[in-house]
């Protein structure tokens, strides 16, 4: 008897799998997204013949790959990526349409094709549509191949007979494989297709770019397992009224996951940024009140930021409190700090925080400055603007410590600032300058005096 082909539903949100359909995911709580997922019944006995041929290789046996990694020819992509993409590796790119993807993958196509052979799949234009944008882009190589196709047989097939150096997928979503009934952009397609795609990468060493859509709350769309079976994904982010694009690692299994890279959108495509500092500081006003500098740490690099803080009177029974760019549970814990330990009330106020440039900081210094924003606001008085500040703000008012002080110091001498307001614990521990001037302070409310008596020339 043959047999039977196994039925679960599997949500679309978050991955989960069930026995039977439900309206509300019981994992997530996401509503109307559980979709069918037929498998396939397995042949145990033919496992079983192919697993005895399997043999176990002692990791002292292998020989690593002297060509591991491949550059991009664009210095904050391989800084994202961990010093370049590695040979085999499977890169999922997720991001808002019109954000830029398509546009880097093909930029970075010009300098990969100098020494590599890439093969571009497209399953949304076609290929005049593609030499318009590569024509812009200023992209002409003759290792570059474009193949504008849906079925997956069809490009794994062409796949095993160009022999690609780097394969692009642009996106899986639009992807078909004819083993599985199920519609493009199914649960069930997306899931399959990219298991097909990396097990071709990993047999033939082919490193891979998968462009996904995403879902209205901004997260990959389809199966949650999607971004297990890869080894990167990124993820593009920017106000779609900037210029300004960061690219953000959420995954590697090849570097850090905390680094970043910044982009420009401009006429000729995504140019790189190389001081995200002075763009974010840019336009910064002087003299002004509720603004503060902040010093972050994505991943080995220090970043400039200007913390906005505004607070007026509230017109309704409950005062609002908004934050940009600024976790909203964090901004009510300092809030409350400051009300019990410092004396500073905004129980009957209106508060706003914003992060100027689109930049999302959520790093414990930022606590510091984004305190120091909120009183220079409630007091209207003005932080000098060659002040910069960082330190984690405890339950009790205490300004605890925080790491890589040197290495925020030294960012904040570069960019020209003459003092630097720290936690006492760095204080004690960081290499004095000459060029900038490094005070350590314990409270919120001494935070805020040395700002208020300090002077800047």
């Known amino acids: ?32 997204s559980m979709e069918e997922l037929v498998q396939a019944p397995t042949a145990i006995g033919n496992s079983a013949r192919s697993a005895a041929t399997v043999a176990a290789q002692q990791i002292t046996a292998i020989k690593p790959d002297e060509k591991q990694r491949y550059h991009t020819g664009m210095k904050e992509l391989d800084r994202v990526l961990g010093g370049g993409i590695v040979r085999g590796g499977l890169m999922l790119i997720g991001g808002d349409p019109g954000i830029g993807k ?14 590599l052979r890439i093969l571009y799949v497209s399953g949304e234009e076609s290929e005049g549509q593609i030499k318009l944008r590569a024509d812009r882009l200023g992209v002409a190589s003759d290792n570059l191949y474009i193949l504008c196709e849906n079925d997956l047989d069809s490009v794994l097939q062409c796949v095993q007979e160009n022999k690609p150096e780097v394969l692009i997928i642009d996106s899986i ?36 770019f998968i462009v996904g859509h995403v879902n209205k709350d901004g997260a990959i769309a389809g199966p949650k397992v999607m971004e297990h079976i890869v080894d990167c ?9 900037s210029s300004y694009r960061l690219l953000r690692c959420v995954k590697n299994r090849y570097g850090s996951t ?57 017109g309704f029974g409950n005062p609002r409190r908004m934050s940009t760019g600024f976790d909203y549970n964090r901004l009510s814990l300092i809030l409350a700090v400051l009300e019990k330990r410092a004396g500073y009330f905004f129980s009957n106020l209106d508060t706003y925080v914003n992060v100027v440039g689109g930049l999302w900081l959520d790093e414990p210094a930022v606590d510091l400055p984004v305190a120091l924003a909120l009183i220079s606001g409630l007091k209207d008085t003005a932080i000098p603007s060659g002040v910069l500040a960082f330190g984690e703000v405890g339950l009790t008012g205490e300004i605890r410590a925080v790491s890589n002080a040197d290495l925020r110091i030294a960012e904040a001498a570069r960019m020209g600032f003459k003092c630097a307001i720290v936690p006492h614990h760095n204080f004690k521990s960081v290499t004095k300058r000459a060029d900038i001037q490094v005070i ?13 008596d300090a002077v800047v020339e």
Not at 102 to 115: D, V
Not at 185 to 203: D, F, H, L
Not at 233 to 241: A, I, N, P, S
Not at 440 to 452: C, D, F, H, K, Q
């Open 1 to 32: 008897m043959a047999a039977k082909s196994k039925v679960s539903y599997v949500c679309t949100e978050c991955g989960a799998e069930a026995t039977k359909w439900y309206g509300r995911c019981p994992a997530c709580g996401a509503w109307n």
């Open 102 to 115: 398509s546009t880097l993958l093909l930029q970075i196509c010009a300098h990969l094709g100098e020494t």
């Open 173 to 208: 979503q639009t992807m078909n494989w004819s083993q599985v009934t199920s519609a493009s952009g199914s649960v069930t397609q997306v899931r399959e297709c990219t298991s097909a795609i990396m097990r071709v990468c990993k047999k033939l060493g082919i490193p891979a």
């Open 233 to 241: 994904v990124l993820y593009f982010e920017g106000d779609r009224h």
């Open 258 to 314: 905390n680094e970043i890279g910044v982009f420009e959108m401009c006429d000729k495509g995504l140019a790189e940024v190389e001081n995200p500092s002075l763009m974010l500081l840019s336009g910064r006003p002087l003299n002004v009140s509720g603004s503060c500098v902040a010093c972050a740490i994505e991943g080995t690099r220090p970043m400039l930021a200007e913390v906005q803080g505004l607070v007026s009177p509230t």
């Open 440 to 452: 350590g302070v314990r409270t919120v409310r001494e935070a805020y005096e040395v700002v208020r």
